[in-house]
């Protein structure tokens, strides 16, 4: 059954420094999506991403933030320079838009980022 | 505004007992509803979905929920609870039409244990 896979399953890092989190949807999926729980807490929508440009983004994307797909396959989120409060787990989800399942989002393992 | 909340953040049963998770959700407008189910250190997994079919919903691994338009509820159940049961329950919203990448809301979380 086809999966969304993301890489590096953790990621460690020093404040200040950037990290790409990285996301290979399901094949056929075409609107994107990264979300963050941060320990104990909900997970929360960051972004959506769709025919190569944001749709939407919550007030946590700042301009630290950036999303790409670079090629057909990945999906990846950037964060310029990480701050402690960057630590959590990122999950990376995909969507159909044609069958059955247009409404589900399907999840990634996810990243867990730890910032230092 | 939207929202969805959980009672209860965690809730704990005897194996071989009833499983009741609650959920309820705030909209002025019918949402889609899901149950999502997450296994310690790993990825968030769909149990089960509501979007205006069938009221009673039934999922994976004997869980089943209803949607009651009249107490904004979509609470998950199942009759006998296993201890391969133990994890995180997520309930979550999407508004379809909202916008075009209808982000998933979540709520809180309810961690299930099972005493033996």
């Known amino acids: 059954e086809p999966e969304v896979t993301q890489t590096p399953s953790h990621q460690v890092t020093q404040m200040g420094q950037e990290v790409i989190l990285r996301c290979v949807p399901i094949s056929n999926h075409l609107y994107f999506y990264w979300y963050r729980q941060i320990l104990g807490q909900k997970v929360e929508f960051l972004v959506s991403f769709y025919n190569n440009e944001i749709s939407e983004k919550s007030e946590i994307f700042d301009d630290q933030f950036s999303v790409e797909r670079p090629d057909g396959s990945n999906f990846t989120l950037k964060i310029r320079s990480t701050k402690l409060e960057d630590s959590a787990m990122y999950f990376c989800?995909?969507?159909?838009?044609?069958?059955?399942?247009?409404?589900?989002?399907?999840f990634g393992p996810g990243t867990r980022l730890t910032v230092l | 505004a939207q929202s969805v909340t959980q009672l209860g953040s965690h809730v704990s049963v005897s194996e071989g007992a009833l499983v009741l998770l609650r959920c309820n959700y705030s909209s002025s407008v019918p949402p889609y509803l899901f149950w999502y189910v997450q296994y310690p250190n790993q990825g968030l997994q769909l149990l089960l979905k509501?979007?205006?079919?069938?009221?009673l919903v039934k999922g994976i691994n004997g869980f089943e929920a209803e949607f009651k338009k009249s107490e904004t509820s979509f609470h998950l159940t199942k009759p006998s609870a296993h201890m391969s049961d133990a994890a995180e329950y997520f309930c979550?919203?999407?508004?379809?039409?909202?916008?075009?990448?209808?982000?998933?809301?979540f709520g809180s979380g309810t961690r299930l244990s099972i005493r033996p």
């Open positions: 979550a919203v999407l508004y379809p039409g909202y916008s075009s990448a209808s982000k998933i809301i």
């Open positions: 989800a995909s969507r159909s838009l044609a069958g059955k399942d247009t409404d589900t989002q399907y």
């Open positions: 509501y979007t205006s079919a069938a009221t």
